[in-house]
């Protein structure tokens, strides 16, 4: 369940991992515009936090609806969800290189900043991983 819209699951499935690698990608920025510095155990974002390092897939989906929400709230009109599309643009050939996650949670990433590239959530490093 999403936000009130019934989803099949492997929709769901596709749109929770992809949220993941959103927030996992952008952890300080969301810190930032939700106000979270951590320490509170009560937020959004730390219960889903806490869910994603417990392994506990029945709660993910729901602490990340949560963290969605608190973004929207606080004025990030895309929260987690808006910046995943379905789609290839014409002309946009796949990447070479994507960097999975070490939980097998989210989608991994293509984009990172640090070497070696690390998951946001767990600190363990992002695996790398070549697409053919």
């Known amino acids: 369940m999403h936000l009130g ?4 699951p492997s929709q769901d499935a596709t749109r929770v991992t992809a949220g993941l690698a959103y927030l996992c990608g952008h952890l300080q920025e969301i810190r930032g515009t939700l106000g979270d510095d951590g320490t509170d155990t009560s937020t959004p974002l730390h219960k889903l936090l ?23 709230a606080a004025g990030d009109a895309r929260g987690v969800y808006g910046h995943h599309r379905g789609l290839v643009p014409v002309g946009v050939h ?12 989210c989608d991994g990433r293509d984009d990172v900043d640090a ?8 600190g363990r490093e ?6 053919s």
């Not at 806490?50 to 929207?72: E, K, M, W, Y």
């Open 115 to 122: 070497e070696p590239p690390r998951c946001a959530v767990s």
């Open 5 to 8: 819209v019934r989803l099949p």
């Open 94 to 105: 796949s990447i070479e290189v994507v960097y999975r996650c070490p939980l097998e949670r």
């Open 126 to 131: 992002l695996r790398r991983e070549r697409l």
């Open 50 to 72: 806490s869910s994603v390092r417990s392994g506990d897939g029945a709660g993910i989906a729901a602490a990340l609806d949560g963290v969605h929400t608190a973004l929207r």
